[in-house]
């Protein structure tokens, strides 16, 4: 089945110590998404990407960096985790274009400690 | 300013009674609107949507949802709940090209 995968489900890390976060996708879709969602909040999201063009969120820190290096993956690292920044780390994906908008697809997430 | 609301952070249900979960949104044109349902340490699972045309839509597990443009509301239905129905559930809205815009959510308690 065409699927959104993410991986790890559980990281635990140290504070200040970089971590990476991986997405991975079956659905050919064109946009990828990266949420950050904390206990009992909403999903919010931290940036996409539209094909290759990196989109960040105006108030998504400078902490947080994105990669796509093909269609398929997109990454998540987060150069000096600090301890708010324990979260579940939801991937979407999505087809979009000018006459066409399909709903996301959310990945099972991952679950980010940090000590 | 667009936005989400979801008035009821917390609903309990008795197993077999109907649900009405409540979303108003504040778009500058109709948006896509969409409800989710999230299980405790899951990703979020689609349950419906609406884009355009009928404004009663069926969704998955049986539920459904009304658009009703004059409330800019979209809520959430079911007529009888069961206790695997006990989620989170958020609703959505957005337009091509835009993120969604995630309401709060509802946490949905089953009661037997």
Same mark, same amino acid.
């Given at each position: 089945d065409?699927m +959104?995968?993410?991986?790890p489900?559980?990281? +635990?890390?140290? %504070?200040?110590k970089p +971590?990476?976060?991986?997405?991975?996708?079956? *659905?050919?879709?064109? +946009? !990828?998404?990266?949420?950050?969602?904390? &206990?009992?909040?909403?999903?919010? *999201?931290? /940036?996409?990407?539209?094909?290759?063009d $990196?989109?960040?969120?105006?108030d998504?820190p400078? =902490? /947080?960096?994105?990669?796509r290096? =093909?269609? &398929? %993956?997109? /990454?998540l690292?987060?150069?000096?985790?600090?301890?708010?920044?324990?979260? !579940?780390? *939801?991937?979407?994906t999505?087809?979009v274009?000018?006459?066409?908008y399909?709903?996301q $697809? /959310?990945?099972?997430?991952?679950? *980010?400690t940090?000590? | 300013?667009?936005?989400?609301?979801?008035?009821?952070?917390?609903?309990?249900?008795?197993?077999?009674?109907?649900?009405?979960?409540?979303?108003?949104? @504040?778009y500058?044109?109709?948006?896509?609107?969409?409800?989710?349902?999230?299980?405790?340490?899951?990703?979020l699972?689609?349950l419906?949507?609406?884009? @355009?045309?009928?404004t009663?839509?069926?969704?998955i #597990?049986?539920?459904?949802?009304?658009?009703?443009?004059?409330? @800019?509301?979209?809520?959430?239905?079911k007529?009888?709940?069961?206790?695997?129905?006990?989620?989170?559930?958020?609703c959505?809205?957005?337009q091509?090209?835009?993120?969604?815009i995630?309401? #709060?959510?509802t946490?949905?308690?089953?009661?037997?």
């Amino acid at each position: 089945d065409a699927m +959104v995968i993410q991986n790890p489900r559980y990281q +635990v890390t140290q %504070f200040g110590k970089p +971590v990476t976060l991986s997405c991975s996708q079956t *659905l050919n879709h064109n +946009v !990828m998404y990266w949420y950050q969602q904390k &206990s009992s909040q909403a999903p919010k *999201l931290l /940036f996409h990407y539209y094909d290759k063009d $990196f989109n960040n969120e105006a108030d998504t820190p400078d =902490n /947080f960096q994105s990669r796509r290096p =093909n269609t &398929s %993956f997109c /990454f998540l690292d987060i150069r000096s985790p600090g301890l708010g920044d324990a979260a !579940m780390y *939801l991937c979407a994906t999505s087809r979009v274009g000018a006459t066409i908008y399909n709903e996301q $697809f /959310f990945g099972p997430g991952t679950r *980010l400690t940090v000590l | 300013a667009q936005s989400v609301t979801q008035p009821d952070i917390h609903i309990t249900v008795s197993e077999g009674a109907s649900l009405e979960l409540r979303c108003n949104y @504040s778009y500058g044109a109709t948006p896509y609107l969409f409800w989710y349902v999230q299980s405790p340490g899951q990703g979020l699972q689609l349950l419906l949507k609406y884009f @355009s045309g009928d404004t009663l839509v069926q969704g998955i #597990k049986g539920f459904e949802a009304e658009f009703k443009r004059s409330q @800019s509301s979209f809520n959430l239905r079911k007529p009888s709940v069961h206790w695997s129905d006990a989620a989170e559930y958020f609703c959505a809205v957005g337009q091509a090209g835009t993120a969604l815009i995630f309401g #709060k959510g509802t946490t949905l308690s089953v009661s037997s």
